[in-house]
């Protein structure tokens, strides 16, 4: 999510099919944009909860129930100005954190991913459900050839063992294996067992980070906030399919 996949369209779409369906005024989510900073403060509130749940050393928790916590706590914000339970109840609560589940991919995922998957093994590593990876590859029409979630391994990025467990099950060394991905803490935790690192910058991604630190920091930095084809992913095939990364 995020590195395939571009969940902020997806999500402000959602909010915005809400907020046009709903009779009464929403303060701060009348327009497009509006619905997009509520979209990114949500995405962030999630981040900030499952790394603390980290630090914490607290058990991971299914990432619906995660994303409808955040949620609450953004528009019990809101309820200040309006009463958010008499306006988004239960049910349309439910069908917002369920548009995490679909999502469309970058343009230039699903061709990069082709490319890629012709020399490589290519595998989802994410926090989060079996379930949610399976409704994204549905959704986004985006192929691998295995998905392994936080769920099924029993651990959470940034733990170093998550890393290892799936080195482990793909018999692979770690010096043998490139680690993609539009997160530059995930490629930090990745780096330190000694995975090489991708990075693949998305408008969606990393705000607060140094761009020209987590470039320094990666084998690879590839652009992919221009919306074409031709970045991203597909950039990254051009560069594993004809070199080798020593």
Not at 89 to 101: P, Y
Request: net charge negative; glycine share 4%; hydrophobic share 40%.
């Amino acid at each position: 999510m995020g590195t395939c996949t571009n969940w902020s369209a997806s999500v402000t779409a959602a909010i915005r099919e809400q907020c046009i369906n709903t009779s009464l005024t929403l303060p701060d989510l009348q327009l497009d944009e509006e619905s997009r900073r509520f979209a990114s403060a949500w995405r962030a509130g999630f981040f900030r909860e499952i790394h603390q749940r980290f630090l914490n050393g607290e058990p991971q928790e299914d990432i619906d129930t995660t994303h409808r916590r955040v949620l609450n706590q953004l528009l019990s914000e809101k309820g200040a100005l309006v009463n958010m339970s008499d306006v988004w109840g239960n049910d349309i609560r439910a069908k917002l954190v369920q548009s995490w589940h679909h999502q469309e991919a970058w343009p230039d995922a699903i061709s990069g991913l082709e490319r890629l998957k012709k020399n490589y093994f290519v595998v989802v590593l994410a926090n989060g459900t079996t379930r949610l990876q399976l409704d994204l590859v549905h959704s986004s029409q985006l192929a691998f050839h295995a998905l392994f979630s936080s769920q099924l391994l029993g651990l959470t990025k940034p733990d170093p063992r998550i890393y290892q467990k799936v080195l482990e099950l793909l018999d692979c060394e770690p010096k043998d294996c490139i680690m993609v991905a539009a997160h530059a803490y995930d490629l930090r935790a990745a780096a330190k067992i000694g995975m090489k690192t991708a990075y693949i910058h998305r408008t969606t991604e990393d705000p607060d980070e140094d761009m020209e630190r987590v470039r320094s920091e990666c084998d690879i930095f590839v652009s992919g906030t221009d919306g074409k084809t031709f970045c991203g992913l597909y950039e990254l095939a051009d560069i594993l399919c004809s070199t080798s990364i020593e």
